[in-house]
């Protein structure tokens, strides 16, 4: 026995089909349809007919589209192992807890490109991996059902269905458990700012999008007009799932700009209002991130101080000034940074853009995050985005020396923020990670492939030099090659890496977010600079000329990033590209 | 000699016109373009070419359009009564300061319609009614210049540019000069969510909308996107200039739930913040008001607070909440209405909507005004908008009994809010408040009939009986008769408000908008209600049945709007459709 539950305010009829069968509901007076049927159970395709209209329709809140975005909705017990009863396993994460965001590190995973299998269950194989490392939370990119078997996943349609490829939902609950027993949190990277363009019936369920506003990707979510409250619950009831029932550990919330909401209560604080209240209710602490390109301090002030509540947001702004300042390009949105002035201000102060007048975007932008703990915000050099945005989905380490790529990870992982590594960025993976898409429909992937084609054309770049989405080769080539840990320049920017995660986790100087605790000095022509994290200087050379720079104190070499660091009682000698970490007496 | 300033960023050329000759501008890096050209000076008639493009266009900024949205601009001398060295006058009202929000009663004024002239000369006769009438500020129905000679107003273009049919900038700055003179503050209702549909040459000029948001009137106003700096500063130093050059105390934000800013600073944040410093740098409190449909407490929250800032909001719940028990409609909004507990809401807890699901907007809206005075929010039974989109203009006195009519001025004076009465509301006027324009182009002027005919069609009105727009009698019909003051029912009626007014003033538990200061009992099969104000309770039967109320205390008797009402030791006995407001012994 199941009972079918479907939200279709407008509809005039709704059936469910099963194995050809036909099974009415009941509407209920908030817009709710229902039906109790005995022969459906865990495992029962069905579909739903609204207005008698077929084809049949999957279900918006389908737990397992196991033939795609086309094809049937598949009943699958969640709660299964909650009692003990299943045949594949049980929960055996009671009493996990993860560490706190301040004491965070995390590493953006997309499950395709993570292994060569591109399965849930492989990258499970690599989570002793992770663990050693000393990252303390994954950040799977998303899992929701998209069109096609490859993908980044930010087209998803299917929100609470796991995507099929990856393994489906009882692959995704073992690797969230896998997670907990190897001592991993996981968060997970959620959609809720726009649909994929393939395979979304959500429009003929209920208004889950308006033409009154318009996003990067056509009409806006519904979260302010008429039945909007349907459409707020549909993604918050899915939020709440993945923390309830897939024991995930928090959220990341992809491109929370993109929504509009004039509500007196915005989405967002809604969201993480009740994402909070329930993880009050099971004594734990979920944690909501988001993704926003507004500058806007108010995403995490709390909501007594009239902000949304939010646990953490990106800073793009960091980002932006420390690549600038490595790579010297100038293109786009890196147009507005480029300056060491810029990144000491990032690390001062977070947003380099606190209403400040942007020649990109052509206004003033942002507010001052002023009071506010770095770790409220995540700091990275490298992320899916701005390594997959390219036009070849070129590394940092792809375009930079070792030297810098070791500068890069040593200003990032003794910031302020909550440090973000991106899969393979640990040991400077020599594949890229590239724009890939696994469209079915001739039509659309033509689409897909003449679109990144132009994107890129206006920046000069021709189309025969823009790998094709399209193209299984070009995702088969954004595979992690996990046989380059045996090879000496991987091997040693992973020893790197792993130095400086143990030494932030040991030294409570570098990972300090308290406001006001990063003071940098630097010098704009010689081009050095050094951050002062309370007793501790990571100082670091980008010119092209070696460097001596006086330290004060009497300096304790901590880490250097080659052999051409040397130290004495008063300051410290750095080469070109060199890199160093000290601690001056108490 | 004259300096001309016009800010087109994307022109190639800018020229300015002076009496068939051509001066070129130039532009600074801002986007602002420029010219010094010594044959222009004060009453100089002047238009812009842009990138050398017939006809020329009226300045977006212009100070006068004397021959209307399509005529030239003339330069008009706005600090010349500064110096007092001007032949037409000059301030006299230096140490003028209008009471504060607390203590204020408005007056909703339309200027076209206040006296049979429609002038600002013609208006200030009626100063010393006003006055006597124990108002404290009137507040002004839009001045700027429209399409064609009568209108609302709310359909502006050139919005720095005080309509000619009123008697343009001279007769304004009189106006406001007597207005103080005779003891009255003046608020200007200003409209910064659309441009009317003629005249507006300004996207000519820049990027003033944005066709990403959808907004009633069309395109929004752009207020995040590229060029967005200017054009907030266009509105607000439109703001800053009516309180600045023409001496208003004040504004009133027309429908700002039309803006859409993503911004981490909202414009209205930002326009308040600048609005409260200028009047700090002045010495003056500047107060700034917003008509809102959200139920959004935001808009009055402190900035320190997370809020916007702003002085106070409009209401509209405790309008419909007061409307709908006077006159029993139950059509469009009026649905989610109509229990005197909703009265009672209102006038405990401001929002009836406060959070709590819609049944016209189908979903849940507002958020709870907790901790906020009454003094925040303006209370009122008419305003232009709930007579005038009627589907012919009927004020309350044309639908209920004068008893009723009492009622609802005894409830709205005593309540925790800013009370505003209509124009003419005080007594009883027997002419409506319709929809009319004069649109002079014979096809705007065909779209404009039509569409109230049919946006009244689908309420179950006939297109004939609905008067139309475009013809003069509908604007002459609205004008208010002041001979009715000498007629008896408008002469009591005037004298009730006269001494609401009063007893408001003298009495300040009438007056108080403390959090918790006011209580509401009420019966509703009885159909009686008592507002309890400290000591002070008002009294209203709406019932068709004389009642009996127990008052506790030794009740005096401070008003009574008829005959019936009859007090003793223990109670008050209340004829159908009387009020009464007694004081408890203390």
Redesign the interface.
Known sequence: MHTFEIWAPEARTVEVKIAGKSFPLKKREDGWWMAEVAEAGPGTDYAFVLNGEEPALPDPRSPWQPKGVHGPSRLFDLAAWNDGKASDGKWTDDGWRPPSLDKAILYELHLGTFTPEGTLEAAESRLAYLADLGITHIELMPVATFAGNRGWGYDGVDLYAPHSAYGGPAALRHFVNACHEAGLGVLLDVVYNHFGPMGNFLPKFAPYLT????TPWGDAVNL??????GVRRFFIDNALMWLRDYHFDGLRLDAV?AL?D????HFLEQLAAEVHHLGSSLGKDFVVIAESD?????LV?AAE???YGLDAQWSDDFHHALFTVLTGEKEGYYEDFGSLADLAKALEKTFVYD?V?SRF???????TAQGLPGHRFLGYIQNHDQVGNRAKGERLGHIVSLGRAKIAAAIVLTSPFIPLLFQGEEFGASTPFQYFTGYEDAEMGRLVSEGRKREFAAFGWKPEEIPDPQDRSTFERSKLRWDELAESPHRELLTWYKKLIKLRQRLADLSSGAPGSTRVRYDEQARWLIVERSRARVLCNLGSESVRLETGGRPELLLASDESVAIDEEGIALGPDAAAIILLAG
């Open positions: 033409g009154n506003h318009v302010e007009e008429a039945e909007s409250d700009h509009v004039r509500s007196a209560t507004l500058n806007d301090p108010r002030w101080a009239g902000g209403d007048y975007r052509k206004r003033h932008h942002g507010r």
